[in-house]
């Protein structure tokens, strides 16, 4: 018995957590990350693994066809469209990666703000929220970037703004359920601080509907960014940019189909990759919305 006691010590120690295995248990978390995890890894590497300079014009090679010394041929400047996709998707993940920061970041803190003060200063940034998601949401980022210089960070800064409102009020509606539970009531009968409260005893009790929300968010702010970059506000040429090559490719359509069919695919990919790990943590994260997904 003596010796069972030091192996079984030592595999409980690195016994993997239920939540984790329920993750990996999950097809489309599975699914979702074997796509997107490649496309992050590349996107991140960059210039290392892309053939050519993104922005660097070979007049002699415009239209080149996929294959040979350009793998998925060349634009209209002969610029090569690996490199530019590949370049262009770091764009595209740093925009929809920051923005759902960005709007984690401000959404949260008005979330638990309002769900656990309630009374008017409820009622108050709920309208304010109401007011901003009225507006939409295209409409809305064009708006903020009509007032703001049209560069990365400022279209990073309009999404994150767009989706903040819908992440404060998941975090808001999840923050009432649990703000009579007996552990709150506790902390403020010790005498505990507002912000103690909402950040130690709330927060980590309503991050499962945060997450689902934010990385459901995450598709749908890459397509708000490579739909802004489509109208010319994003990046900017000469900058790869996913919709700014998509745009520009509806203009040589014929001489170079697959100018248009590359930026395409990387998006189409990268959106439903996303979109499918958080239907993956919702059935996982959020019990109330399984049966719905099964």
Known sequence: MATDTPSSTES???EVPPLIWS???????LVGLTILIPIVVVALLGETVAPYDPTAQH?????????????????????DLLSRVILGGRTSLLLGF????????????????????????????????DIIMSVPTLLLGLLILVVLPSDIINVVFAIGVVYAPRIARVTRSATLSVSEEEYVMAAKARGESSP???????????????????????????????????LGLGAGPPNPDWGFMIATARDHLFQTPWFLIWPSLALLLTVMST??????LRDVLDPRETGDHQ
């Open 196 to 230: 103690y409260i909402l950040f130690r005893e709330i927060l980590p009790n309503v991050t499962g509907p945060i997450v689902v929300e934010g990385s459901v968010r995450v598709g749908y702010a890459i397509m708000i960014g490579t739909s802004l970059s489509f």
């Open 98 to 129: 920051g923005a759902t920061g960005l709007a984690l970041a401000l959404g949260v803190p008005i979330g638990l703000t309002a769900g656990y003060a309630k009374g008017r200063l409820d009622e108050f940034l709920m309208r304010t929220m």
């Open 59 to 79: 007049i002699a090679d415009r239209y080149a066809g996929p294959g040979g010394q350009y793998l998925l041929g060349t634009d209209h400047l002969g610029r």
């Open 275 to 280: 979109n499918l790990i958080g239907d993956g």
């Open 12 to 14: 409980s120690r690195f």
């Open 23 to 29: 993750l990996l248990g999950n097809r489309r978390i």
